[in-house]
């Protein structure tokens, strides 16, 4: 976890507070699932109840961590000085320290989940209200880094915002495939402890019983749940790289919130620069390396082995930190980034009327003129603006074959703006509904 | 490609042969869909039909390349030389290249996918099989290599099946991401074809338009499907990995089958070897390779670059045709593995009753000891077996402490087998229904 | 292996007949070894080598392999027709498969490392070329995409030509740590076969004896290969991004060599789209997903387990041939690139002298103006070339403060070229030597 | 970061503190090296050595950049505060922030390699105490986990050794290609700074001149710097595979020291878990999934963009602490291990004698038996050992053609340790020299 990349809500989720609790919770509820069967007293389990509001000591627990090398039972031997030994002596009974542990990663990873479905809805929000407000701003599409066809600035935020949407329907996925639990014991035969133990616990923690584990929650779902982040990230690495493009000096289509206080670098105060979106680029990359030890993660010897702990105790946390701060960043430089029309006008003009190109082209085609000829008509023209900057139109115009072909008023009328906008508003109800 | 890790099926889903028809079934579709319209004359797209059992010559399209440098127009340019260059004029009209290169690519991830759901079906079978012809076969559980209590060869396979299973759902759902297509011209606006187009060829090739495309579909689309790959590949290493420790001669509690004519080693006669699942593990980091690059894929420059394409030349087939070989190599292998029931109950007993210490340290916290003292109890005899192999239920009723708090009976009925498999059926049921 | 991306000398090393060529010579020295030794008669030795021209028939090996189920058994087989059985008993004597495979493993490799060697040669020798002949071609440096300061076109060749020599470098190494072999048995202690035979074929094949095997090479040597490669991978990906950003439409200040009979796009014909350095970006990509299944391969099991091999049978190739590939693309594209000097002054003077606001920041400095003041001077003057695209200096003239601090003409000094390219050929003679 | 996996030493190096000092160097050698130069006044470059012995107070430095947003302005401000505002006037004069960040950086990645360095002596110097110990303690090879021929626990500790020794090597290469600083201005040209700045900084902090760099010194390097981490990691993979199936309790050749007063597991006394050596395993992956990140990074934008640095802030304390710890784990691991050479027989004849079927084998062919009869013997024998647990040279004496072939006296020979073992001595002399 780099502090600078995250922010508190996550950062909570794996603090050890946050899992103590969490423990606490898993402990307590199975201590009632397990009164409710009469496998142990009732008022054992109602004193457990006792530490409900306890905050518990985390530098004792390490200190007792520290004596026994065993973190469940430094935890239990905590609680039981909150609840009394005597009390607490069932406390964990039947149960095995993965049964407690992998229910708490779990539970923590449903509720990253959570906060990333937040942080997901705060893009998609922004994307949508930058999508609108530019719906119809003519700007040049790009193939290749090189002038294509025009397109609008709205329709870049539109496919953003689908992206992204379709990357809140993964997220959704992942979190449901990750909302289990499991108590049942030692190698998952519930032989120390019934099956409705873990039924209960489940359903105080808002997760479904694992329909078979073994000492563990078997990690196939962890692999797809980090691999869906890395597909996230890269989602977020993509707005960032189209952002960075259009602040670049030459194109400066759009560019990142500039605050006059901010010193952008320490000796060139004329540069502005996209060190947001340049920076979000980075994270990506610090996302999507989780994925592959998630995925080495799943193959664990027999009933297990705790390779995958320490690879947990690390992507665990920095995955869904940097995720989320990921998410606020880019959501924050969409939401007040600049938006410079008038250079895409400029930008599109660079090589004057050349985007129509494809259009002439076809024309020619539908005019009874063959492919090969058409191609060679649009090329000869096209390749004098590309040197010379001259207007393509005229140079059509003064073309015999092309004008032969065409005409002038079909000439003239392939350069109309609204030709390539006319279908904008059925894509925007395709990507916002009505 | 690596020939003798393939299956023809899915290899004949990347042969150029494959390809130029998909393609070919895209430009008819879209003449009609055109025709329809009235853009184009009806003769002229049902001119396009006349080639439409025509075999395309691959050679003959390459050559056609060698000059063009262009894959689509070669093509083109070879159809018309089925169809007619006059009546062929009108294919391709508005389309740009990727509209038919990337509908076509998700066509073939379609149909790969349907292949690899054949594939994890089969493997589903041959799983719940041995699952069930094994379900009460004692085994001892193992945490960390360590024997920790007992459990049945059947839950082994429940489990892998549970986790295939899960699998088979995120292949569903990837093949649904993947199952989409576009026809939206140079930058994805329409500006040359009607959007109606897109929506006939998509429907004809069962696929659902793309909401919002660029020149391309996006690739956060492709990440997620290889992604998916990557974790059904890292399940399949899971499976491998079980079957590789059961082999090893120590354990040797089940091995793939051995055919005699076979000679395991150039030198050792005497060798079965788990090669089939050690080359299951290696075929797994070939499929996982592939995530990455997918995910890097995401980012394109603008309305799209080019730098994805290489890649998926390699992933497409490679990760597809190596998975749907280990699909198949893995069902053969579980289908017809050898199980040595009597090496199990051998290994358990290597340290006699040693697996049931953690019922006998429960029952004595419940008959009162404190955890500290039944853990020492326990302790003290099991390190007895672990260095002298001595029965372990002889040493606690020799030992008076144990003897005083559990009484003989008592201890001798914590050496019931029956105590560890009550809850197989429970599991059974939530892992196969009823 | 993409054909499309392959280059026949490479393709070749992994030819199925350069692969039993090696194994035969690997079996013909070691029975050179074994007759020294006095182990087996001299006359089988020499036996052996009456195959030497011989060219072995791989559909035959296949046939006998489908019924033997071992590749090195197979080619045995085969040998001894063309060697007679009698005269081939001693073959293979005391050796196990992976003296062979291992052995021709590592000279495979070593091969491809010349090979790509060269190919890094051909591409320093284009790069240097380059270099030298546009030395003093001015163009303005960025950083994060916006203009800082000017640096020359010849300063970016020669950087990548300092990247791709120290490249060379490391291959050389990597080269250096495969060059090994081993013919130590079943575990690798020798017990069947003597050292000397190990010493001696290493000898003839240009390998080092492995110092300590196990049935294998240890896989750490083919880690750090591969690691290597995907760091050569990684520049290529450095130089072809950059090229990209050269040839977009808005900055145009070089471009991939245009063929006029090349059409770059079905539709637009003025597009010169640099799909060459978009595919190099894609092979990058697919170089570097060798890195981590390489390190996978390293932690095999005891002696050996056959995980690897299926890794290597995909990777071995693929990442040498793409490279490969790679690198002589790469050359080709640099060589012939179009390099526009004049578009290269446009854009620095897109926002006119606002790269020399470094500069003048650093003389405010110095003549005393503290450096917050200093700051604020350049910042203002700055902000309005950037909105207006007014004239820097004419700005500083005009701007009273600056003036008082530096008069006129230290500010006119200020934008001499000369200043920023004074020591150009101090780093050429860094980089290149004299 | 993990703390629990973390040593005090490698994280000082990334600690504010540190990185603060640094950069105060930095700066002031520069500064003595422009008064060298008499670009400033010698009293400047005296007076910033005034802070020499100043701890930064980071938070006052954090402070201030909350401010400027600049980390180094913020840094300078507060160093002006130590050393005066007019004194510290001249400081940075030139310099652009990289040239104080990545020479930084390199500083601490050297400085990261010694500690590593040590790290790997340490863990040399086990692996070589227990080579010599157990140089003779036969054990058996196992090749796919299967049984194949003696070998001696001293060889698996001498082939580690040599490995690591590899990795001592390919460590000392990657610090010696990061030990390279820049202090070459905003773009690298030395517009406003001489070389010679550079070559004296790079001096006093044991760095060579990187030859030429931009803005940032080139990422190649740290791209070679972490695979060479990864490729050490998965060597700590692969001696922790060993370990952990050495401990298996089928097994049970070896184990991690198990000091009493640990708790294995909260639940199961008897148990002795390999958790250190299965920690480890996970270590690695952490380690190694730094390397595609760093490769990323390679392909920055022009003379740079800031992609890179969240990447770094991530893995350069991740990687080097987590390798720098997992190799004093593994070095005390190593160290304390327990060694069980009576399992080791015991294991060896779990199946008697059949270990030494390839040597039969090799005798029969060597008594002129043809390689298929000769093949057809042993394996018919070594079947019923396989099958039935009879003794292997038994069944070789009761075989008529067998003992036709060789003579009983040949055929008990070939029962000798000692021919496995012969070689062990020639080995240790390659490995550890004499």
Redesign the interface.
Known sequence: ??P??SRPDMVAIWSPETKFRIWYEIEAHACDAMADLGVIPRENAEAVWKAKDVEFDVARIDEIEA????D??AF?THLAEHVG?EEA??V??????SDVLDTCLNVQLVRAADILLTGVDKLLAALKKRAYENKDTVR????????????TMG?TF??FY??MD??KN?LE?ARW?IATGAIS????????ID?AVEEHVCEKLGLR?E?????VI?R??H??FF??L??I???I??I???I??M?????LEGAEFFSM???G???????????LT??L??????V??????A?????????????????E???GP?ATI?LDFALHRLAGVVEKMLIFPENMLA?MN??PG?VM???V??AL??AGV??EDA?AM??RN??K??EDRVDFREMLLADDDVVKALGKDAINEKFDMG??????D??FR??FGD
Chains 1, 2, 3, 4 share one sequence.
Request: aromatic letters at 4%; a positive charge; proline letters at 5%.
């Open positions: 976890m780099i600078r990349y004596v026994t090398k065993h469940v039972i239990l030994s002596r069932f964990h009974q039947g149960m095995t320290s040049v599409g790009r193939s290749h880094g090189i002038h294509a066809e025009p397109t329709l539109a496919r689908a992206e379709r990357n993964r996925k495939e014991g030692a190698v998952g035969t519930f032989a120390n099956p019983p329909p078979i584990s073994t000492q078997p196939d779902r692999a797809m691999a869906t890395g597909v990230a890269s989602s690495e993509n960032a790289i189209e960075r493009h602040q670049r000096t030459e194109v206080g901010q010193k670098s320490s000796a060139m105060p004329h540069k502005k620069n996209p060190v340049e920076n680029t980075g994270l990506a990359r610090l999507r390396m989780a994925v592959i030890p995925m080495e993660n799943v193959a664990l010897w027999h009933e297990r082995d705790i390779s995958h702990s320490s690879v105790r690390g992507i920095d940097t930008n660079k090589f050349l190109s494809q259009r082209l076809l085609t539908q063959s492919r191609y649009v090329q096209a390749l603006v590309w030709y390539h906008t006319k279908h904008v059925t894509i395709r990507v």
